[in-house]
């Protein structure tokens, strides 16, 4: 049903969302969804950072032998 849409059916709908919800709602629904993609990305990139800082720290472990530490 929907594979039959084409350009000129994309336009019919605009159009008839722009009339029934007004420049200045869609303007401002537009920029809610910027802000979520933006929080999204941001989400991403933080928990990313996370997992490269764990293994880091698994690597980077101390192997010295004990009794080698106690002659520091």
Do not use: Q
């Not at 722009?18 to 993609?37: A, D, H, T």
């Amino acid at each position: 049903m929907l594979n039959n849409i084409g350009l000129p059916g994309l336009l019919l709908i605009a159009v008839v969302v722009l009339v029934l919800f007004g420049r200045g709602k869609i303007s401002s629904l537009m920029g809610e969804v910027g802000k979520g993609i933006t929080a999204f990305k941001k989400g991403v990139n933080d928990s990313t950072k996370e997992l490269e800082e764990e293994d880091t720290a698994e690597t980077a472990r101390d192997v010295t032998p004990e009794t080698e530490k106690d002659k520091v």
